[in-house]
């Protein structure tokens, strides 16, 4: 590693980021100045149903004022990664999976932060209730073909980087299978 901190500053902080601001000696030697967030693992949920569907959220994202479809996804806060799995695939949508797979580990945005997101298959689904879709702006919960789902990326419909990029660990786990 050619980066090295000189010094580390937190310059906020609540219960889901923290940003930091480390004083570093760069790759060429000289002084500068890197932020970071903090935000602790996440959990991307690919839940497939027996028809080879998909479920997908869509939600309003305060960041960019605009609505969002996406796999149901959320923070670990804390919690062992498939307690928070399990718990997000049902806030997000209602429902529950007897099998859970992982499909492996991203690093979303390394350049700004230490977030690493941790992708599951969720198959044998059932519909049991208990979503919290308002808390998250969750206005759209569907089931969708996984085919339309690749076609939906590719007109530019599925935008989220996160989601796009689990649902690449999926697309690799569905070949091996094939």
Do not use: C
């Not at 991307?44 to 960019?64: H, M």
């Not at 492996?104 to 977030?115: A, F, V």
């Amino acid at each position: 590693m050619t980066w090295q901190t000189r010094s580390s500053t937190v310059v906020y902080e609540n219960p889901w980021i923290r940003v930091r601001e480390d004083q570093v000696t760069r790759p060429d030697g000289d002084p500068g100045l890197y932020g970071v967030v903090e935000t602790g693992p996440s959990v991307f949920i690919a839940a497939l149903t027996g028809e080879r569907e998909l479920l997908l959220v869509t939600q309003d994202r305060y960041p960019t004022g605009q609505a969002s479809t996406e796999l149901p996804a959320g923070n670990a806060d804390g919690e062992d990664l498939m307690v928070a799995a399990r718990r997000e695939l049902q806030e997000e949508t209602g429902y529950v999976a007897a099998r859970w797979e992982p499909l492996g580990e991203l690093q979303s945005m390394n350049g700004i932060s230490d977030e690493i997101q941790h992708v599951y298959l969720a198959q044998e689904l059932s519909y049991a209730g208990g979503e919290k879709l308002l808390e998250d702006g969750i206005h759209d919960v569907r089931k969708v073909p996984i085919d339309e789902v690749f076609a939906m990326i590719r007109r530019g419909e599925l935008t989220d980087g996160q989601s796009v990029s689990s649902l690449m660990l999926l697309a690799l786990h569905l070949d091996r299978l094939a």
